[in-house]
């Protein structure tokens, strides 16, 4: 039975305490994005409203993890996740009272999500930082590896449970249970108890925000793979993944028979995505921003399967493969920057790439409509291919990318980067970063 279990849960408790509580938790979040339309629908609201409700979580977002990046470097990453898990629990709680007993508005909704997109705010970057704390660097891929596979799961397994929640308690039964998960995983949060290197400076040692943010930013700017894969992501964000959430499921409306179709070229990318989360957890790459380019230039060439006009089966098996290619990119990048980036800025650092993320992937949904209503939804969908792959390609054919090592070194990296030391007063430096 002990071979069932992945060697990292096994040896490192901590994080196998945290990896149960993430995955309940990650499971609700896949019913909610299914749970909360439904529940806006049910009292009465339009699709605009759906959207005012989606939209409303996603503004605190953008606004606030620059924010969530500095607190998360600045205290015990458990307890901002604790503190965000406590809060979801509460929205989602709230939600589904007032959904089950017939007081739900949109506006109520709408501000009670914004409430939970805050709090996301600060969960993600210090979720990204606390995990180098609990599982050594060499098995750091592996336990990327296994958060992945959760999220992955729960493409396939999610939206199912959704639907036979809402079908037998409604929206806000779906939304309870999602309240329960993040209970579950703030209770283990609380019982991993102080975390060595978590939240160490004191606040006589902060520069100050601004300074901070500055750091991160230097971090970010200094490190030519860092950037340019930031960029590399954002433009898979912003130009593929429209191609996923508005002019596929048009296209399968129009030409494929309908929702049917389009579920089952869902559930084999999210087949995929497993496939390639287990991939990333066996396979140790000498280079493994090198690999996560190539599979970054995979997962690009979702929109042309999308409108290439072939079969539904084929469509679903060609998706299987970008979603092997999207997860080892996401796993192999996580890694490089928990590895790569000092433990003492990684949640800044993290906030921005979450920020570039977040910001411009709404700007691509926006457009993607009217566009393919301009050109014709296959030749945009062939635009967005001609114009992601390109940009993945360019990623892979950086030598900074290509040369990135597995593991730190100890020597400057072969690109000159700003110093990492923070700008601390008092007479002693900070401590060397770990590698560059």
Do not use: K
């Not at 996603?58 to 996740?81: K, N, S």
């Not at 291919?385 to 390609?393: G, I, M």
């Amino acid at each position: 039975m002990a071979g069932l279990v992945p060697e990292v849960l096994r040896a490192e408790r901590q994080f196998a305490r945290l990896f149960v509580g993430q995955s309940l938790s990650a499971l609700g979040d896949r019913v909610t994005f299914v749970a909360l339309p439904f529940a806006v629908v049910s009292i009465g609201g339009s699709a605009a409203d759906v959207g005012l409700v989606v939209s409303a979580g996603l503004i605190p977002l953008l606004v606030f993890t620059l924010v969530g990046g500095v607190w998360a470097d600045r205290l015990p990453r458990q307890w901002i996740m604790l503190a965000s898990d406590v809060v979801r629990c509460v929205v989602q709680a709230v939600l589904a009272v007032l959904l089950l007993t017939g007081h739900a508005g949109v506006w109520t909704m709408a501000a009670l999500t914004a409430v939970y997109g805050l709090a996301e705010a600060f969960f993600l970057p210090a979720s990204m930082g606390l995990l180098p704390l609990l599982v050594p660097v060499d098995r750091l891929r592996e336990a990327n590896a296994l958060r992945g596979f959760v999220q992955s799961a729960g493409l396939v397994l999610g939206p199912g449970l959704a639907a036979v929640l809402v079908a037998t308690v409604g929206p806000g039964g779906a939304l309870a249970v999602d309240a329960v998960s993040f209970a579950a995983s703030a209770l283990v949060l609380a019982r991993l108890g102080p975390v060595a290197g978590s939240g160490a400076a004191g606040a006589e040692e902060r520069p100050g925000f601004l300074a901070e943010l500055r750091v991160g930013w230097r971090e970010v700017s200094g490190r030519t793979w860092v950037w340019s894969g930031m960029l590399a992501m954002a433009a898979y964000h912003m130009v593929v993944l429209p191609s996923v959430f508005v002019l596929g499921p048009v296209l399968a409306d129009r030409q494929w028979g309908g929702a049917g179709a389009w579920a089952l070229v869902t559930a084999a990318f999210g087949v995929g995505s497993i496939v390639g989360d287990v991939c990333a957890y066996r396979l140790r790459p000498a280079r493994p921003m090198a690999v996560a380019a190539g599979a970054l230039a995979v997962a690009s060439c979702q929109a042309l399967i999308i409108g290439s006009g072939a079969p539904v089966a084929v469509i679903a098996a060609l998706e299987a493969v970008t979603g092997v290619g999207v997860a080892l990119c996401y796993v192999l990048w996580e890694t490089s920057l928990q590895v790569h980036i000092p433990e003492r800025v990684l949640s800044r650092v993290s906030s921005y790439d979450n920020l570039v993320a977040v910001a411009l992937m709404p700007v691509g949904v926006m457009l993607a409509g009217p566009l393919s209503d301009a050109l014709g939804l296959r030749p945009t969908l062939f635009g967005m291919t001609a114009l992601a792959v390109p940009v993945a390609l360019a990623l892979l054919a950086l030598p900074a990318v290509r040369r990135l090592p597995a593991q730190a070194v100890p020597e400057a990296a072969p690109e000159a980067v700003a110093p990492t030391a923070e700008p601390i007063p008092g007479p002693a430096p900070a401590a060397p970063a770990v590698g560059v």
